[in-house]
């Protein structure tokens, strides 16, 4: 079974956010970058699909700049065959629709039988590539998958997580399933694989552009918590915590 | 708990390849992840987390830097370093537990085996399938163990073993010992199993120090072994135990390192947090100037630690090298270990915080694998070319 599991690097997740000086983003400097949490499930999903199935390929792909080949070479780490880095210098500003038409672009050249994305991404937290992409290469798709069974006969059942409660779905391949915490346990990249990774191909592959169709006009931290009051103390402070509860704070 | 942020004031993780630093971060997120959240109870209990074993060969940090062919990584040395550092950023006894396994066992094994011991022994050791130890220290032989009791007498395709080590890590739980004893023709090395009549291996109790490790007393009493299959025929002479310990303590260099990052991590974000007369700590003079001193020294002890995993790599390492490295690093963290115990005040005796586990750790790692005196002699003698280890 060929399987594509699409990554993004993302700020960590201790990244301090500061404003860059033109007001439209995150100020790169200083930040570290990480695999996304549910991209790190996708990808478990797609090493643990093939290691099911037994045999095939999984190919890491991600839209990203030169760096991103950090991510990519830790996913060969914990177990992926290949990978492909679509160079983008304009990665940080692009939105999810042409994202996902340059990834589209290249998922059908590739044309596997599998499709694995994580549901969000933790920086933009848009939740929009992974459903895009199926739009455009005309696949089922289920999103926030949290069990998924390969039947025969290129059959796949998944469960998807929703508000209420799980839904149970069966789809044929090809196929895309967007991975919600909870699929998996994803592996750590043992210091064999970080080896093996070493031999494993990393292809660049520069991209067309395509246009944004949003852009960022501005960006601001949230504004900062205002400062806390004490109603009163003990018991006696209980009607006065509700009452604030209620008409200030609107919680409860 | 704030998560885990590693002092690097020079900006050496740029000195780092990419696959040191990716080494470097999972063995970190394998601690942070799965043995910080136990250590504490096994600390208390002086016991080893022992069901940890088969993740930290999955891991793969048993004999790391030893060739894929036995079932080992292959990793360079600056590598090896950076696993020893984020082990023992966990605990100096989970560093231990590994040293041991990849230095004191799988090295000598590897340096001075038969095929057949290699090819017998080291894919189980580096699966962890199977534990090891080192036996060369004697109750009354630590730092001279050119003196040591232990003999062997050969007797036909046999050798008879006999005599005492102690403060030996995981010698109850291992499965092979690596027992140096001496022949007429020097000292030699014997791969003595579990189990075999007359060899016992007691655990020494009561510690203070290093309760997250096995340590134990070694008793061979007419152990008979095989030749064949159970003396390293390669291993002639105190050069060989010698040079297991330059391996370990290469790693300890590194390890110490670790700890001490550790205490440094949780006192700096400690006397940010804890407010004293309405300021943090941290706004004071005092804190300010012992946190200088400790990152200072840390950094030091980073640079050490990185030439000599570079000088290895070239094949360029002396034991002297590894004196010097093994002396200060251990030294600094130890006194780093102190200084950060002081500053969390009363919640730095308290086994919640991390400073009074490493502290009391290191008072172990500043004696063994040679004490911090000796390694001051050994680098005395490496500058003037006298040996001031004995009377006389």
């Not at chain 1, 895309?176 to 093996?196: D, F, H, S, V, W």
């Not at chain 2, 890590?169 to 499965?175: P, V």
């Not at chain 2, 590894?322 to 200060?328: E, L």
Request: net charge neutral; aromatic share 6%.
């Amino acid at each position: 079974m060929k399987i594509v599991a699409c990554i993004k690097r993302v700020p960590a997740t201790e990244t301090q956010a500061k404003i860059a000086a033109n007001g439209k983003g995150l100020e790169p400097a200083g930040v570290e970058y990480m695999l996304s949490f549910y991209d790190e499930i996708a990808v478990e999903e797609a090493i643990r699909t093939k290691e099911r199935v037994g045999s095939g390929e999984v190919i890491v792909l991600t839209l990203g700049p030169a760096e991103a080949r950090k991510e990519l070479v830790e996913c060969l780490a914990k177990g992926a065959d290949r990978a492909i880095l679509l160079v983008d210098p304009a990665w940080s500003s692009r939105d999810s629709l042409s994202t996902a038409k340059l990834l589209a672009a290249k998922i059908g050249e590739l044309a596997p039988d599998l499709v694995f994305t994580g549901r969000v991404a933790t920086d933009t937290d848009s939740a929009a590539v992974g459903p895009m992409l199926a739009t455009l290469l005309g696949r089922g798709c289920v999103t926030d998958v949290v069990k998924l069974t390969i039947e025969g006969g290129g059959k796949l059942k998944a469960e998807r997580e929703s508000e209420a409660g799980i839904e149970m779905y069966e789809l044929a391949l090809p196929a895309l399933i967007t991975c919600q915490k909870g699929l998996n346990e994803p592996r750590y990249a043992g210091l064999k694989g970080i080896m093996a990774a070493k031999k494993k191909p990393v292809e660049e592959v520069a991209v067309q552009d395509v246009p944004n169709q949003i852009a960022v006009e501005t960006a601001q931290l949230p504004p900062a918590r205002k400062e806390g009051r004490i109603v009163g103390t003990g018991a006696a402070a209980v009607p006065a915590l509700l009452e604030a509860l209620r008409k200030e704070a609107q919680v409860v | 708990m704030q998560p885990y942020k590693a002092l690097d004031y020079l900006d050496l993780d740029s000195e780092f390849s990419q696959d040191e630093r990716m080494v470097r971060d999972t063995v970190r997120a394998w601690v942070s992840d799965r043995f910080l959240p136990v250590v504490t109870e096994h600390f208390e209990a002086g016991t080893f987390p022992h069901h940890l074993t088969p993740e930290l060969a999955e891991l793969g940090v048993f004999g790391p830097n030893l060739p894929e062919e036995y079932g080992c990584a292959g990793l360079n040395n600056v590598a090896y370093g950076l696993i020893c550092q984020e082990l023992e950023r966990g605990d100096s006894g989970l560093r231990s537990y590994v040293s041991v396994q990849g230095s004191l066992v799988m090295y000598p094994i590897f340096a001075w085996g038969s095929d057949e011991q290699k090819k017998h022994w080291l894919p189980k050791l580096a699966a962890g399938k199977a534990i090891g130890s080192f036996g060369l220290t004697e109750p009354d032989f630590g730092s001279n163990p050119g003196g040591m009791a232990s003999r062997a007498r050969k007797d036909g395709d046999s050798w008879i073993l006999n005599g005492r080590k102690m403060w030996i890590t995981n010698g109850t739980i291992a499965d092979v010992s690596v027992v140096w004893a001496r022949a007429e023709d020097g000292i030699r090395g014997f791969l003595v199993e579990k189990g075999m009549p007359g060899f016992s291996a007691p655990e020494q109790k009561h510690k203070w120090s290093l309760r997250a490790s096995v340590t134990s007393e070694l008793v061979l009493e007419d152990v008979r072994v095989k030749e064949a299959t159970h003396m390293l025929p390669k291993a002639k002479g105190l050069k060989c135990p010698l040079g297991c310990l330059t391996q370990a303590r290469y790693g300890i260099a590194w390890g110490a390192l670790g700890a001490a990052l550790a205490c440094f991590d949780e006192a700096l974000s400690y006397s940010k947090s804890r407010i004293v007369f309405d300021k943090p700590l941290a706004a004071y003079q005092i804190p300010q100037k012992k946190l200088a001193d400790m990152g200072t020294q840390i950094t030091l002890g980073q640079l050490m630690a990185l030439r000599m995993g570079r000088l290895k790599d070239e094949g360029r390492l002396q034991p002297h090298h590894v004196n010097m490295g093994k002396r200060n690093n251990v030294h600094i963290a130890l006194e780093i270990a102190r200084t950060c115990r002081d500053m969390l005040g009363a919640n730095g005796i308290s086994l919640e915080y991390q400073v009074g586990r490493h502290m009391t750790n290191l008072e172990s790692v500043y004696t063994y694998e040679g004490t911090h005196d000796i390694h001051t002699l050994a680098i005395g003698e490496a500058l003037t070319g006298i040996p001031a280890y004995r009377v006389g």
